[in-house]
């Protein structure tokens, strides 16, 4: 296959490449979000972020010299409030919808944050 304007030489067309794209199942062309690192000056892909790398913090109240409320939303309304508890030892435990099923939003849980259900990052998501 000759040059591509001054680029080295591709064993696959573009054409291959988005037919190899293409899934059958949901008809649709499933293509990959790439962005440019420049620590590394390459490529990487775009990842959804997961765990708590997706919540944004709306609110902090420290409630008492031990205890501290944090509350996070991610983009969608999905809320997570944390309890730092530092009354004997650091314990940071964390309330959802999952362990709050009553509390569909995060204003609601957020005013209501003191008697929320409160469990390990395990059991809360």
Known sequence: MPSRQGKPDVSRTEQAVQNWSFDEDFQV??????????????????VQPSGEAR??????????????YVGKEDKDGVWVIQKIDTS???SIT???????????SYSNAWTNRASLTYS?????F
């Open 29 to 46: 062309l499933a293509t990959e979000n790439l962005v440019y690192n420049p620590a590394t000056g390459n490529l990487d892909r775009m």
């Open 55 to 68: 919540f944004g913090t709306n609110n902090i109240d420290e409630a008492s010299s031990t205890l501290t």
């Open 88 to 90: 004997s030892g650091t």
């Open 94 to 104: 964390y309330a959802t919808q999952t362990n709050n099923p009553s509390y569909t």
């Open 120 to 124: 390990a990052y395990k059991d809360a």
